[in-house]
């Protein structure tokens, strides 16, 4: 009898352990069917692109976007970028003043100097302290200085920000004791992205009937970050390539040999070739355009070894427009070389972008979403 029931135990234990592995079973081939049905986007680009302003962009139109405990975690890092901008240019104020004839126009006055001293040491360290009202005025006196601000007119010589400009005129704000982030201080706000970042949206909404579903992803730009790529090129249905244009008269930040607009084409050339994208869609963002529309009539293109040939032949909004025919060219021109003869066929588009500007950011991905749902179903033999 005891014999008996024990074995109806253990039958019983052995049902159920099969009916919990059937359903795990299930469950993962529906999450198997799932991912199948999920686009693999790998967003790639040099250090600066814009790629995480990008990403931020996307959490911000197609997701939630951030919650309180998001922004509020973002404070420390516009803090920080305050610190580092203000230092970059205190320092690059004083080794202009050394290195150049018109060296006065870089003095900062005497008395600022000791401000100057004092928040480029602060600017200096590993851990930043919160702004206060008294540091975000003294840091707002050394902005104001004729010397810092001769220094910014320059600061594409020196690894100033982008977001410097926005980030001293909202110090009063930023040092608020209740500050909470926008969500422009976000978007503004410069963390090096390291290591691999993924977030998953529809650019029409989340109900998946009604688009595909992108997982989207988020590398490192640096040079020592680009190993960490390798892994990810398999699967991809689409590379998402951004190339900062305005930044064709600066220098690497990890080397200051090196033009930013250089290295992007090196990159895209590299990227291009992989033997494991030979049937991926390239997306190409030109980006940061609104910076290159102020640059280019003050800066000519033919300053960077690669426009050396271009030729300005307006002004004003027609030279901009010319300006930009002609980068967008060159970036043609590289795709071609750089493309086998049985790779000329795969999807390849250019975009004119600015990752600040968040209606040409929604206005581009459902453009990229309308491409890539066409190529699905021309592949399919339903187009």
């Known amino acids: 009898m005891g014999l008996l029931c024990s074995r109806q ?16 079973d299930r469950r993962i081939e529906q999450e198997t069917k799932a991912e199948k049905h ?18 931020k962009q996307i959490k911000l139109l197609f997701q939630s976007g951030f919650d309180e405990a998001e922004l509020k975690g973002y404070i420390p890092v516009i803090h920080a970028n305050v610190y580092q901008t203000i230092k970059i240019l205190h320092d690059g104020s004083k080794e202009l003043s050394q290195n150049l004839a018109d060296s006065s126009k870089f003095m900062v006055s005497d008395e600022n100097k000791q401000i100057g001293e004092k928040l480029s040491e602060i600017g200096g360290r590993l851990d930043y302290p919160r702004l206060t009202k008294e540091l975000a005025h003294e840091i707002e006196t050394l902005w104001r200085d004729n010397a810092i601000q001769e220094t910014y007119s ?10 410097a400009h926005y980030f001293m005129e909202n110090l009063q704000r930023l040092s608020d004791a209740d500050y909470v982030p926008t969500k422009e201080d976000v978007l503004y706000a410069r963390v090096r992205t390291t290591g691999v970042v993924e977030i998953q949206f529809s650019p029409v909404g989340e109900n ?10 988020d590398v490192g730009g640096q040079k020592n970050e680009r190993r960490k790529w390798i892994h990810l090129f398999e699967g991809v249905t689409a590379v998402i390539f951004c ?7 600066q220098t690497l930040f990890e080397d200051d040999n090196k033009n930013r607009m250089m290295e992007t084409k090196e990159l895209f050339e590299w990227v291009l070739k992989q033997p494991c994208f030979e ?18 009539l ?26 930009y025919e002609f980068v967008k060219k ?7 070389q750089s493309t086998a003869p049985d790779r000329v066929d795969r999807v390849f588009k250019i975009y004119r972008t600015s990752a600040l500007d968040q209606k040409l950011v929604k206005k581009t991905f459902k453009l990229v979403d309308e491409t890539l749902r066409r190529r699905n179903l021309f592949e399919a033999g339903l187009l």
């Open 9 to 24: 135990r253990h039958n019983q234990a052995d049902s159920e352990e099969n009916e919990q592995t059937a359903e795990i």
């Open 38 to 55: 999920i686009q693999k986007l790998l967003l790639l680009g040099a250090g600066d692109s814009g790629k995480s302003t990008i990403f």
């Open 154 to 163: 320059r600061g594409n010589e020196l690894q100033v920000p982008d977001c």
């Open 208 to 217: 998946k009937k009604s688009g595909e579903v992108y997982r989207l992803f």
């Open 243 to 249: 190339a900062a244009i305005s930044e064709y008269d």
């Open 279 to 296: 049937k991926t869609s390239f997306m190409l963002f030109l980006n940061k355009f609104d910076l290159f529309e102020k640059k280019v």
């Open 298 to 323: 003050k800066v000519p293109l033919n300053v960077c070894a690669w426009f050396k040939d271009y030729q300005p032949v307006s002004t004003g909004k027609q030279e901009i427009e010319h300006a």
């Open 330 to 336: 060159k970036f043609e021109e590289l795709y071609f």
